[in-house]
Structures are given as structure tokens and as C-alpha cells.
């Protein structure tokens, strides 16, 4: 099978090029595929007939994408949807990551995929625009929303915490915000157990998470544990989101229901503890 990787040296995407070394991947970078340029996707696609296409770029800068309003919705968009029409036009499966952004995070319970999406930011909005493109377009689509996600390399949460620990005494981090820590590898794992398990009965909008959830303070501590068991977590202050001002408003509960991805997919995984405790 011939797999194209859109973002294969993101986090997730380079994650998936070491996982699925059973296939002819095919990882595009921001060199040879511009997610920007419509027209440079659709050559790409048709030049390598690729059997599955595997969408992990995303324009992820929440802040930045108030000001960059085009761009953001150019790539998490415009570019999934030209992807998912030539899924169509080839017949074959497209893989395309989502976000738990598409949620406002005022519910009072866990997000199932069927719950309402009420985007806060334009980079949440610009995500939801994607998955409703593909959508509209239909096919064999799989769309996998996932949250906090995390590894040793790229700008994310697990790493920002690492530094901050190690070179100032005290940290501020918020307590209100929960949701589910993700790492790269684990999405990865999971897309290799399922890909021989794609079929035109089971595509579909999943969340795809490990089991369990946290605040970011909670992630923080295990964070710091895991990283330095001499730091004293007395010295990591819990905050309010009120009290740590962000361009862009983050959804205060962003934890995602994965019942319906284990159940459909016939999987078991841990929770996000345990994942953590892998890295």
C-alpha cells in the first residue's frame, strides 16, 4: 500500500513515517507540498496515486491565526477539501486530523462526536470548516479529532513545561482547563492497528484520545514528576484562565468521549498517564 503523509515532519506526521515502515510512505514537507498552493496538492497527488491519503498538517499557531485569518483557514480548509476530493476521485480512504478546538468547552460532561461544535477562535473555526468540507464532499473519509497533543520534538505544552522547570523556581499554570493529553506516538499506534481495518462501513468523524483526563495543572505536575522527581511541586501554583490572558479563548473542557473509535475499530489502549510515562 502507498500511503502519501501531508506533514511528515510535524509531530504526529513524523511519528506516522516511523510507525508505518511497513508501507511505501510517501512524506510530503512543506518543500514539496505547500498546503498553500492548491493547485501544487493536486499534482502531488496525482503524480504519486497514492492508496491512502494522510492528512496531519495543520496551520496550529491559535494565537497567530486571529491575525492570519486567510492562511489559517487556507490550510486547515481549503487544502483538506481539495485532498478529500481527490480521495474521492481516486476511490481510496483519506485520513485527516482534527481538533478538540471545534468545541466552545462549556459542556458539562464529555464531548461525543455527535455533541454541537461552537468553535471560540478562528483557529477552531477554521478546523471545523475543514471537517464540514470533507463532509460535504463524502467518500471514504475518517476524520479523528484529537487534543493536547504532545512529543519530544515541535512548540507544544509537555515541552514549554520541561524548560519552564528547569530554569525558573515557581510556575503558573492554569487548573480550569481539562481535557485529554495526547502524545504523537500514541495517535500514531493507533492509525497502524486500523489501517488494515478501514472499510466504506466505518468512515466517519472519532475521537481519538487515550482513556482518562486532567487540568493542565494536573498534566503539569506529572510532567515535572516524571521529569524531575527533585523539584518540589509545592512550587507549581494552579491559576485561573482569567488570571493567564490569551489573544485567542481556549475552550475550558476540551475531554473527548473515544468510546465509538475503540468500540468501532476493536482497540484497547491506556490512559494518558501511561502514555506519558513512555516518552
Avoid at 481556549?250 to 473509535?261: G, T
Wanted: with cysteine.
Amino acid at each position: 500500500m502507498k500511503i502519501l503523509i501531508t506533514g511528515s515532519e510535524g509531530q504526529v506526521g513524523s511519528a506516522l513515517v516511523k510507525k508505518l515502515f511497513d508501507y511505501n510512505v510517501i512524506p510530503l514537507t512543506r518543500q514539496n507540498c505547500d498546503l498553500g498552493n492548491i493547485n501544487q496538492i493536486k499534482y502531488v497527488i496525482d503524480q504519486h496515486k497514492p492508496d491512502l491519503i494522510l492528512n496531519t498538517a495543520a496551520y496550529t499557531k491559535v494565537d497567530k491565526a486571529e491575525d492570519e485569518i486567510k492562511l489559517a483557514y487556507s490550510i486547515n480548509c481549503d487544502a483538506p477539501r481539495i485532498m478529500a476530493e481527490k480521495a474521492l476521485e481516486r476511490n481510496v480512504p483519506f485520513i485527516h486530523f482534527s481538533t478538540d478546538y471545534v468545541f466552545d468547552g462549556r459542556k458539562d460532561g464529555i464531548y461525543t462526536e455527535s455533541d454541537f461544535s461552537n468553535p471560540l477562535g478562528v483557529y477552531g473555526k477554521s478546523k471545523l470548516a475543514g471537517d464540514n468540507a470533507i463532509q460535504a464532499i463524502g467518500g471514504q473519509f475518517y476524520i479523528f479529532r484529537t487534543s493536547w497533543v504532545y512529543s519530544n520534538k515541535g512548540d507544544n505544552f509537555y515541552l514549554n513545561i520541561k524548560y519552564l522547570a528547569k530554569e525558573l523556581d515557581e510556575l503558573k499554570v492554569v487548573k480550569d482547563q481539562v481535557g485529554v493529553p495526547t502524545t504523537s506516538d500514541f495517535i500514531a499506534n493507533q492509525i497502524q492497528k486500523i489501517i488494515p481495518k478501514l472499510n466504506k462501513t466505518n468512515s466517519g468523524i472519532y475521537h481519538l484520545v487515550p482513556n482518562g483526563y486532567c487540568s493542565r495543572y494536573e498534566f503539569a505536575k506529572a510532567i515535572i514528576k516524571k521529569t524531575y522527581p527533585n523539584f518540589h511541586l509545592s512550587k507549581i501554583k494552579p491559576i485561573y484562565s482569567k488570571d493567564y490572558p490569551a489573544k485567542a479563548p481556549r475552550p475550558l473542557n476540551s475531554i473527548l468521549d473515544n468510546k465509538n473509535f475503540k468500540r468501532t475499530f476493536m482497540v484497547k489502549f491506556g490512559n494518558w498517564k501511561s502514555e506519558l510515562e513512555k516518552l
